[in-house]
């Protein structure tokens, strides 16, 4: 269960930095493009990218994962929130961020069966 939890929570890092956090961090058009249509101003663009690399390092490392899992929960609720808000479609963009922290947490579980317990009650 723990390496299926690390390999579940390796794909959301690599997807997280890859696809979310860099092009924020690189000034890249796309995220700057997405940031528009959602009505958010452009000067949120590195803060947000910035708090997803933190988050992401918090929810790699063992130690921080329950608290990296919670501040990364509100921050995907956050973007769920901002597509809702824009009239996004609803099972392409604004679930979007649902289904990334179900992965998440899933693989912070799987790799601390301890939560899981505690979750169960047992």
Sequence with gaps: M???GWIILGLFAVFMVAASAAPKL???E???GSFEQIGWPLNYVLMIGLMELAFTVLVLVPRT???GGILMTGLLGGAVASQLRAGSPMVTHTLFGIYLGVFMWVGIILRQPRLLDA????
């Excluded at 979750?119 to 047992?122: M, S, V």
């Design 119 to 122: 979750i169960l009650g047992r």
């Design 65 to 67: 994962s329950l608290l």
């Design 30 to 32: 796309a995220a700057n």
């Design 2 to 4: 723990q390496l299926a």
């Design 26 to 28: 690189m000034g890249i």
